[in-house]
């Protein structure tokens, strides 16, 4: 696992005491919100709607950081800013950047899950 995209050992450390059980619970969490959180940063992207992209992307951001997905995290967090400065230039390559990086923190997120 990539601990760029995921840092695991950030998230044993924190998250150990809870047990198996609730860290999937904490986990299955964030799938179950994913896919409409993550198209509706999509949608706001291609819309070019700056207020619904600094909703969106300032929750999936939260979202990562909770999980220690942080480099993920860190491209929301540029997503949020370009909707809080109105600001197109260069939004597409970001999100691209941030997509790519979301499905393999995805991965490396449902990895762990299976080694618990």
């Given at each position: 696992m990539s601990e760029e995209i995921f840092d695991k050992k950030a998230f044993?450390?924190?998250?150990?005491?809870l047990g198996k059980d609730a860290i999937k619970d904490v986990?299955?969490?964030y799938f179950n919100v994913y896919d409409e959180l993550f198209g509706n940063v999509e949608k706001s992207v291609k819309d070019g709607d700056f207020k619904k992209l600094k909703f969106f992307a300032n929750k999936m951001k939260g979202s990562l950081f909770t999980?220690?997905?942080?480099?993920?995290?860190?491209i929301a967090e540029e997503l949020l800013k370009k909707g809080i400065?109105?600001?197109s230039e260069g939004i597409n390559e970001l999100f691209d950047e941030f997509k790519k990086l979301?499905?393999?923190y995805n991965i490396e997120l449902k990895e762990?899950?299976?080694e618990l």
């Amino acid at each position: 696992m990539s601990e760029e995209i995921f840092d695991k050992k950030a998230f044993d450390k924190t998250y150990e005491s809870l047990g198996k059980d609730a860290i999937k619970d904490v986990i299955d969490s964030y799938f179950n919100v994913y896919d409409e959180l993550f198209g509706n940063v999509e949608k706001s992207v291609k819309d070019g709607d700056f207020k619904k992209l600094k909703f969106f992307a300032n929750k999936m951001k939260g979202s990562l950081f909770t999980l220690f997905g942080k480099k993920p995290a860190n491209i929301a967090e540029e997503l949020l800013k370009k909707g809080i400065n109105n600001n197109s230039e260069g939004i597409n390559e970001l999100f691209d950047e941030f997509k790519k990086l979301v499905l393999q923190y995805n991965i490396e997120l449902k990895e762990y899950v299976d080694e618990l």
